[in-house]
C-alpha cells in the first residue's frame, strides 16, 4: 500500500464531500437526502479510488495484483469516509443541533409522496409513518460509528470492484530489459 497516494486521494475525497455536503447545507436541505446526491457520492468514491489505485499502478513496470488495489481502493475510501463523518458529526451537532429534526422533516414529507406513489392505503402508510417517527435523526457516537461502519463495508464492495478494473497481469512472455535474444 502505497500511503502517500492513500491519504492523498483519501483527503481529497473527504474534503470534496464535506465541500458537497456544505453546498447542501447552504443552498437546499433535500438535496442532502435526495437519491442524486448519494448516486455523485458514490461516484466521487469510485473515482477517488480508481485515481489512487492508477497513480500507485504506475510505480510498477509489471503486474499490479489484484490484492494490492483491493487495499489502496479500501484504503482510500476509508481516509474520505471518516473525514466525512467527522465533519457530519461537526455539522449536526455542533454548527446546527437542530439540523437532525429539519431533516427528519424532510424525510417524512418525501415518505409520504413515496407512499401515495406507491398506492399504499392510507392504513398501512399511517404504521409505516409512526415507527419511521419514532425513529431518531441525532448524529451522536453511536450513530457516526454506525455510519463509518457502514462506509466501511461499502467501500469494501466498492474496492472490490475498483480492483477489477486495474489490476494487471504481468505478462508471461515479455522480455526482461537485461535479456537479450541469441543471434
Partial sequence: MNQAVVF?????LGLVSILSMLLAYMIDLTWMVSGWNSLISIALVFAAMLMACIEDRKGFVG??????????????????????????????NVVDPNLHERVKEIMVIKMEESFES??????????AMESFEKRSFKQDFRSLGSAFLLSGLMNTFFALIVGLFVRRKEDPFGSNPTETLPS
Fill in 8 to 12: 492523498r486521494f483519501g483527503i481529497l
Fill in 63 to 92: 503486474g499490479y495484483s489484484y490484492g494490492r488495489a483491493v487495499v489502496q481502493a479500501l484504503m482510500t475510501g476509508l481516509v474520505g469516509s471518516l473525514l466525512g463523518v467527522v465533519f457530519t458529526g461537526v455539522l449536526y
Fill in 118 to 127: 406507491f398506492g399504499m392505503s392510507e392504513e398501512d402508510s399511517a404504521k
